[in-house]
Every structure is written in C-alpha cells, then in structure tokens.
C-alpha cells in the first residue's frame, strides 16, 4: 500500500503546477541505441526560469531521441534544439489549463485509491483463506481484518491529502 501511494506521489509530480521542474521528465523514456532509457539518465535538467528547462544530453549523439520523447509526450511543449542543449519553454497555465490539470490529478488520486483497495481485497482473501483452512482462529482473522482495514484507511487518507494539497497548488494563480 506503501508502494501505492509513492506511485501517486510520484504521478502527481508530474503534473505541472506554475512552475517548471526536472521532475515532469521523470517518466519519459528515449530510444538510446535500441534501448527504451530514461531521460534522467541519459541527460541533466536547469531550471534557469520558472517556466524553462534546459536539458544538456551527456551524450549529444542522443540529442534527436531525446527531443523527439519530449515532443511526444503529453507535457504540452515543443522543445528547441540548439545542437547541443534543447530548451523547454512551458505556455503560462491557463485557468482552463489549471481546470484541466485538477482533473489530471483527481483521475490519478483515484486510481492511487483502487490500487490500494486492490491491494486490502487481496489479503481479505488470504486472511479468509486462512480462516476457512483452520490455520488461524476466527479472532485473529477478524483482528487481523480490522488492522488491515485501518492500514487501508491510512493510505486512501494519505492520498487524498495528497490530492487536496496539488488541488490547490494547481488553482494558485
């Protein structure tokens, strides 16, 4: 469930909030000699503006692959090429954009939220698993359960903080 809520923490870093950030390109992938690598390995991102990334490739024969993923990914800039460093100047947010973007991280906050009732289903069914072969006593399964339920709850709360927290970086003007 841990791992859940990282995922979504790391999926709402994604999403742009005003400012710019090396962490938007965390997700993306390039074709280095055959291979699908992330960009954070294959270059190094300044900030030097709020609303501009340069990214400066340690090796400048993989400068197209990593123009290219960035233009196709869904981060909604249009990257330049200088021949040896690309430039991402990202529009400023509009209040569409921002309306947009809200739903972006709502949509991903839910599917935190599955992951995690996924996860409590399926050691509902090894706990009733367990019960049901006489492994344990009916106490221990319902202790068990109500620990489990608690965990549960523990993380979908911990998500939604996350959520109302980028909520409301996102409509910040």
């Known amino acids: 469930m841990a791992k859940a809520v990282e995922v979504t923490r790391e999926d709402f870093a994604g999403i742009r909030a005003g400012r710019a950030h090396p962490s938007m ?12 690598t992330p ?13 501009i990334i340069i990214v400066q490739p340690y090796d400048v024969g993989a400068l197209g692959a990593i123009e290219r993923s960035i233009r ?8 330049s090429n200088d021949g040896r460093q690309i430039r991402c100047v990202f529009p400023e947010l509009t209040e569409e954009r921002r309306k947009e973007y809200t739903k972006v991280a709502r949509a991903k906050a839910e599917d935190g939220r599955v992951s ?5 289903r399926t050691a509902k069914q090894a706990l009733e698993k367990l019960g ?3 492994e344990v006593g009916k106490d221990d399964v319902t202790g068990a359960e109500k620990k489990l339920d608690a965990t549960t709850k523990k993380h979908t709360d911990a998500i939604d903080d996350m959520l109302k927290h980028k909520e409301a970086e996102l409509l910040e003007v």
């Open 39 to 51: 960009l954070q390995q294959l270059a190094g991102f300044t900030s030097p503006e709020a609303r």
């Open 132 to 134: 049901s072969d006489g």
């Open 25 to 36: 390109f965390a997700r993306l992938t390039a074709d280095y000699y055959g291979t699908p």
């Open 116 to 120: 995690v009732r996924n996860i409590r």
């Open 72 to 79: 196709e990914s869904d981060l909604g800039v249009n990257p």
